[in-house]
């Protein structure tokens, strides 16, 4: 069973930033890819950065140039950096992880993080 454990969220003001991270319970090269996504309050979630086996990234068009997904292989772990943070980027976020089985894939999820952004 994949375990993905998520850290590092809280409250910040506009402007600030955090790191979030996600250590997985085996390799990240076992995995077709891994990323983030939030789920704002009263809304669906949805996908905000992600990170292929082969390390190409792709991120939400409200994230670019303020976000970056990145990893540690050796720490099987996933990090997403937010800078200058919005009041809109509250939310729960989560660490998603992609695994391949034959011709399907499924989805791994952590808890969530809570992401505060106010003054």
């Known amino acids: 069973q994949v375990q993905l454990v998520e850290s590092g969220g809280g409250l910040v003001q506009p402007g600030g930033s955090l790191r979030l991270s996600c250590a997985t319970s085996e390799s990240i090269f076992n995995f077709y890819g891994m990323g983030w996504y939030r789920q704002p309050p009263g809304k669906q979630r949805e996908s905000v950065a992600s990170?292929?086996?082969?390390?190409?990234?792709n991120y939400a068009e409200s994230v670019k140039g303020r976000f970056t997904i990145s990893r540690d292989n050796a720490k099987n772990t996933v990090y997403l950096q937010m800078n200058s943070l919005k009041p809109e980027d509250t939310a729960v976020y989560y660490c998603n992880a992609k695994v391949v089985i034959g011709i399907s894939m499924y989805d791994y999820w952590g808890q969530g993080t809570q992401v505060t952004v106010s003054s």
């Open positions: 990170i292929t086996r082969g390390g190409n990234t």
